[in-house]
Nanobody
Framework: QVQLVESGGGVVQAGGSLRLSCAFT????????MGWLRQAPGKEREFVAA????????YYAHSLRGRVTIARDNAQNTAYLRMDNLKPEDTAVYYC????????????????????WGPGTQVTVSS
């Protein structure tokens, strides 16, 4: 059974940086891609970033481009999301996502229907 094991959330001051990790465990196959969505209190869930597992192409929410970087370690089946210059409005629960076959290039288009979801990790940015 596939599990997405997340780590790296927490509280950070505005302007700071944070790195989230997500390990794809429980199966011998690799996902087609991995990424993150986030949901702030009272707001809709939104796409953050995704990475294609084979080619390494990356995709970012337009509003976050330049402040977030997604990377992968194929050998460890782990994805990483680095967030810089964090703002209070980045406060949200961040959900790691993965899929068996959906092209990561379309992950930013709702509905966000992915095969695998992590439990979510809280990121709080204090002003």
């Amino acid at each position: 059974q596939v599990q997405l094991v997340e780590s790296g959330g927490g509280v950070v001051q505005a302007g700071g940086s944070l790195r989230l990790s997500c390990a794809f465990t429980g199966r011998t196959f690799s996902p087609s891609g991995m990424g993150w969505l986030r949901q702030a209190p009272g707001k809709e869930r939104e796409f953050v970033a995704a990475i294609d597992w084979s080619g390494g192409n990356t995709y970012y929410a337009h509003s976050l481009r330049g402040r977030v970087t997604i990377a992968r370690d194929n050998a460890q089946n782990t994805a990483y999301l680095r967030m810089d210059n964090l703002k209070p409005e980045d406060t949200a629960v961040y959900y790691c996502i993965a899929d068996k076959g959906l092209n990561a290039a379309v992950w930013g288009i709702p509905p966000y229907d992915f095969d695998f979801w992590g439990p979510g990790t809280q990121v709080t940015v204090s002003s």
